[in-house]
């Protein structure tokens, strides 16, 4: 078969391309088709491990391997049958790719593999990003300036797509910020190259709620060369809030302009159950408002809570190079709980638990948590005794020393914040797994996790070990997970290796006697949306390459 193919495309970064894209993948599905998504090139720091590429079968081609089970966020997830026919290999390596890929893998019932999101950067400075090519680091790339890329890059790109379309009957493609971005069509592989290698039927999603939109849409379109203008099938405005009465008659005046209909209004949707889209976190005021975007008390402060009058906090810190941030999104569904993204130390006052996240770039990070204060508001909190814990990167911080022999993040070492007797090494190998251990016994704050099971994955580069010349003056970390988890002897501290802590449903009852929604409620969730919102028979029309005839806005 080859797979009809639908492109979601946006008139900017964070136009709601990833999340409707998500939907569509959930709304194909329920239809009861094969869907895959795709994604040409991410550029985030939120990965999630899947299924990699196989040695080739005999006679050439690509072979790819089953997935393990995937790490669920906020409960039960789909289980569906690994894709990959006579190629599958049980022993294929596992890769990385970008989050909103993996999501929308589940959403549509597939499992997750590296041809959904072929390309992925992480960014690790302003101008600095490791590449990894079909989920695995190529130094090779990461080195290449990024125009140079795109050459070398796109045949795997295409073979990815085309073998999704051979085994599917609908891909959903995600573009990535804007397809009108001139100074970067010459080395486009995300956009418009994808989609005439996919002739695909597109919609262009603008976010309506940041003003300018008809601006938005008209413009990008005007940019278009007119062979791809032409396979524009709808314009959508996202992040609706109001009385649609009024849009009147803009769309008209539009369509009289492209020929092209506006054939979705979708509603603003704040806490959907998804993650925000890559590389942004949401840092909506205390007490926001679903229906007025305004905090209750005007202020802008940076957190998220569910309840107003919520007794528990917790504090992430928000560094530069933050990763993984996608695995606090159940956090945000517990009831009586406030979520705060922190980047000064006022931003931790009152938090029961600190924690310091993943980080693509840890000696950095830590560098820029320690001159804003954040280190030193970090160990007064812990020196009361009061919850800290460390993930990924967040672990290797917690420690007395990083060592970087290797300059595989820094060309120094680094005193860690000495929260931990653990020294971290790191190596040129980077670590790719998924992981499903059980907690061992854990003393004072952290008790509640005692013997709890746990599904994750991990994603770092470097080794932790106990610090030798600490553990000769008998100071050590109780090793509560072997080689994953430790705790100070306070009881207070927890590092972890494990991402996915809080996605797993088991750690959420343990901690806070409560449950997030399952997936498959918040895929069905965003699918009931979309379908409300666009016009009847256009998203049928988008598989049957042909555009609706008198499509109206609803």
Known sequence: MTARCVMVLGTSSGAGK???????????????????PFKAQNMSNNARVVSGLSPSPAGGGLGWGPAAPPSTAAGPSPQPSPQGGEGANPQAPLGEIGSAQY????????????????????????TRSQVLLLGQVSRELSALPWRGRSERVWPPIAAALDALRAENDVVVIEGAGSPAEINLMASDVVNLRVARHADAACLLVTDIDRG???????????????????????????????????????????????????????????????????????DRPVGFDD?????????????????IDAPRRIAIVAYPRISNLDEFQPLKNVPGLTLAWARTPAALAGADTIVLPGSKATAADLAWLRAQGLDAAIAAHAARGARVLGICGGLQMLGEALIDEHGVESTDNAPGLGLLPLVTCFERAKTVR???QRFGALTGAWAALSRVPV?????????????????????????????????NGAGNVLGVYLHGLFEDAAVLRALFGADAPALDAVFDGLADAIEQAFAPGVLDALVQRRTPANARVR
């Open 455 to 487: 599904t994750g994955y991990e994603i770092h580069s470097g080794r932790t070990v106990q610090h030798p010349a600490m553990a000769a003056r008998g100071d050590v970390a109780r090793e509560v997970m072997a080689g994953l988890a430790w705790q």
């Open 103 to 126: 999501f929308q893998a589940l959403a549509a019932r597939a499992v997750p593999d590296v041809r959904m999101n072929p390309l992925l950067l992480k960014p690790e400075a302003d």
């Open 212 to 282: 300018g939109a008809f601006a938005h849409l008209y413009g990008t379109w005007a940019l278009l060369p007119a062979a791809d203008r032409a396979r524009i099938r709808g314009f959508v405005l996202n992040k609706f809030r109001g009385d649609a009465g009024l849009l009147a008659p803009a769309p008209e005046q539009l369509q009289a302009l492209t020929g092209v209909p506006t054939v979705a209004v979708v509603p603003m949707r704040f806490g959907h159950g998804l993650p925000e889209e890559d590389g942004v976190f949401d």
């Open 18 to 36: 990833s999340w409707i894209a998500t939907a569509l993948c959930r709304h194909y599905a329920r239809q009861g088709l094969r869907v895959a």
């Open 291 to 307: 229906k007025t975007g305004s905090g209750a008390d005007g202020s802008s402060a940076s957190s998220y809570q569910n309840d």
């Open 434 to 436: 998924h992981a499903t």
